[in-house]
């Protein structure tokens, strides 16, 4: 069984305490819900993997609370990434760092690097106070599909495979951390995600994207499928390459109105921001997505957003959902 708990000081105290016996909880970040474990007992953040039947060469997100205490897992850090760090700590961004030896190597998938990231999410943080270690924490939810952005999302995927969950409400970005890694000091995007590549490039000038070969990935964000809903997802560009309404078809518009000719037909339909504020969107696309999937559909139809902002982000997520294994 899994314990839901309350963000009070007795929840609080109860997580602390699982975390610190090497057991699992999920707590709430401003991003998604996060799988945490201690990172520095390799034990327990194995557990995380067998809990998320996460590939063991996937590497996992360290959580301080402090600038201070995140590079002190570093073994060296680069003028662009303090700078980032003083912009956007606490919040959605990890930064790919050299890991100190005593970050264990199953956090790191036996990389040499580890990815920090100072959470601004204030449960998350007084969880972090409260246990007073790092917590290695992956997204809550099952290898491949999509990520939680509330305590019943969680449990939907590792109901009775985790200790506990912290129930802190829905989640305010709703997307992962933009993830950072350097090369000769300057910046290169390994996940597109809340901080977009504009907000990185204002601070850093040139930021390179980390599509480079190597022998795997060097982040599951960047696996061709990841995201995945069980129903088939189809993605449009444009409202008028959208097929005709079908009873058996959900249609999720991401920004602006549904368009005219699809108010009626569809089995669903939902606008993600009629306002078309991106940032609208992508706090309930995961929701949605979850949502669409459990509506019976035999076809996801979404039209997507302009690919810049927030916009990559989105996009990149529903490109990977849309890869059919
Ligand atoms: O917003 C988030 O980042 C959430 C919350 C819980 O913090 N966490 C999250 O974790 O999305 P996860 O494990 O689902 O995705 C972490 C990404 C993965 O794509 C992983 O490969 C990459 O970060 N990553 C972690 N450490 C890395 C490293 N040392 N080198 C390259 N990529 C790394
Ligand atoms: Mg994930």
Redesign the pocket.
Same mark, same amino acid.
């Given at each position: 069984m899994t314990r839901q708990l309350a963000p009070d000081p007795k929840g609080l105290d109860a997580a602390a305490t699982i975390l610190r016996s090497g057991g699992l909880v999920a707590m709430p970040?401003e991003? /998604?819900? +996060?799988l945490a474990a201690n990172a520095l007992n390799p034990v327990a953040v194995a557990r995380i993997f067998e809990a998320k039947r996460r590939p063991s060469f996937?590497? =996992?997100?360290v959580?301080l609370p402090s600038a201070e205490q995140a590079f002190a897992l570093a073994t060296s850090v680069p003028d662009a990434a303090r700078r980032l760090a003083a912009a956007f700590w606490p919040g959605?961004l990890?930064l790919?760092l050299p890991?100190a030896a005593i970050i264990p190597d199953i956090v790191?998938?036996e =990389?040499p690097? /580890? &990815?920090l990231?100072v959470?601004a999410h204030p449960v998350a943080r007084q969880l972090l106070e409260r246990v007073g270690l790092p917590l290695a924490?992956? !997204?809550?939810n099952l290898f491949g599909f999509v !990520?939680p952005t509330s305590a019943a999302h969680v449990l939907d995927g590792l109901d009775g495979r985790i200790d506990a969950v912290l129930d802190g409400g829905t989640c305010a970005h709703g997307l992962? !951390?933009t993830?950072v890694?350097f090369e000769e000091g300057r910046p290169i995007i =390994?996940?597109h +995600?809340a901080i977009t590549r504009e907000q990185i490039a204002a601070l850093c000038g040139a930021v390179g994207e980390g599509a480079r070969v190597l022998e795997r990935? =060097?982040?599951? &964000?960047?696996l061709a499928r990841h995201y995945a809903t069980r129903t088939p997802l189809r993605l449009f560009d444009r409202a008028d390459q959208l097929p005709e309404p079908a009873a058996t078809a959900a249609l999720i518009v991401i920004a602006g109105s549904i368009p005219d000719a699809h108010r009626k037909g569809n089995l669903s339909t939902r606008a993600l921001a009629p306002s078309g504020s991106l940032t609208e969107a992508a706090a309930s696309l995961f929701a949605a997505l979850r949502e669409a999937d459990a509506s019976g559909a035999s076809e996801l139809r979404i039209l997507t957003c302009d690919d810049s902002g927030l916009g990559r982000a989105i996009n990149d997520r529903l490109r990977r959902a849309a890869v059919r294994a």
């Open positions: 970040t991003t /998604v819900y +996060g996937d590497p =996992l997100i959580h959605p990890t790919v890991r790191a998938a =990389l690097t /580890v &990815g990231r959470p924490a992956p !997204s809550a !990520s992962e !951390s993830v890694a =390994l996940r +995600g990935p =060097l982040a599951p &964000g960047q």
